[in-house]
């Protein structure tokens, strides 16, 4: 989890989601195809900017970018293109795309490209409180669930300098060699935001995303697919029978589970940085800048720039503020390898 700065609370506003969601918050894939920008074509991805990065990764030796959406190249034989969207990623596609049936659409498109998922993660955001990490701290270290993991792990963050404030902390289940994997923590407290904000996040690999991928291409509601398989790896009990199989559920948790089981796929806006809008300018803007300077001499084209930059401030939103605020803080970069 890396840590966030406090954002004030207009920031608060803007970033904890209005209500319960569930997104997908990580997708991989591989295809045949050894041309990478043949993968981006196949992959409905040409109208993204992708550029030449610095090497490779994944055990490939070279790499496209588009922000948090790579893809990767230059690998051994039949190892073909591997593309990967982190969670940044994901944000930026659905910005791209602007629909609600973006991801069902990419998922057939990637089907019919025979293209072999390798990771699935699903993203489950409580905001109203029904999920509480107490509570489930106190149910797993008294034994009160019911699961296949056989041990838990919880990591806790505490700031070093500036206010000392809890940064929150995380629960994992689940072995790092699971296909599933499953972990818990407090995404306001991670964000340094006033509220409730907890997520919980199912890490599909290998088979598992295939499978994942195969439900939600027949139709099977995304709130559905991740209460199924929390129900199948983990669940918080009473110990009201000798066999854990037949204990009843806790309350609080299956008011959860019946909550999320409602729960449709959700989009959710990318936030912008200003870095990024830097970039924008300079790819769109740069020549036509160039040209106003080679016009206008060096000395009034200062005086175009100095009006321009005025007539700018004077345009600005809440929108800009809230760009400035969230580019300040101390992130850490998010990219899928």
Not at 158 to 174: D, R, S, V
Not at 202 to 213: D, F, I, K, P, T
Request: one cysteine or more.
């Amino acid at each position: 989890m890396p840590p966030f700065n406090n954002m004030g609370a207009e920031i608060t506003t803007a970033l904890i989601p209005e209500k319960n969601q569930v997104l997908i918050d990580w997708l991989s894939w591989t295809l045949k195809t050894k041309d990478p920008r043949e993968a981006i074509e196949l992959s409905g991805l040409s109208c993204m900017d992708f550029s030449e990065s610095s090497g490779g990764g994944m055990g490939y030796k070279s790499s496209l970018r588009s922000g948090n959406i790579v893809v990767f190249y230059d690998g051994n034989e039949n190892m073909g293109c591997h593309i990967s969207m982190s969670g940044k990623g994901c944000r930026a596609y659905e910005a791209m795309k602007d629909t609600a049936h973006c991801w069902y659409q990419l998922l057939v498109r990637l089907q019919n490209e025979n293209a072999n998922f390798t990771r699935l993660d699903l993203a489950i955001d409580n905001v109203d409180g029904g999920l509480c990490l107490d509570k489930l701290e106190t149910a797993i270290r008294e034994k009160h669930t019911r699961t296949k993991c056989r041990k838990s792990r919880k990591i806790e963050e505490l700031a070093l300098t500036g206010e000392e404030q809890n940064l929150g902390k995380t629960i994992y289940l689940g072995s790092p060699q699971s296909r599933l994997k499953i972990r818990f923590y407090d995404k306001a407290a991670e964000q340094q935001l006033n509220g409730h904000w907890v997520r919980c996040e199912l890490q599909c690999m290998s088979e598992r995303a295939q499978e994942a991928v195969k439900h939600l291409l027949n139709r099977v509601e995304v709130g559905t697919l991740a209460a199924s398989a929390l129900n199948n790896y983990f669940a918080v009990i009473n110990l009201d029978d000798s066999n854990k199989t037949r204990c009843s559920l806790q309350d609080w948790w299956a008011a959860w589970i019946l909550s999320t089981e409602k729960l449709k796929l959700s989009t959710m806006k990318a936030i912008k940085y200003v870095p990024e809008v830097m970039e924008h300018i300079k790819r769109q803007y740069s020549a036509s800048l160039a040209l106003c300077k080679r016009y206008l001499g060096v000395v009034r084209f200062h005086e175009y720039i100095h009006d321009l930059i005025n007539t700018g401030l004077e345009k600005q939103t809440k929108k800009h503020e809230m760009i400035l605020q969230c580019s300040k803080l101390e992130l850490t970069t998010d990219l899928p390898f």
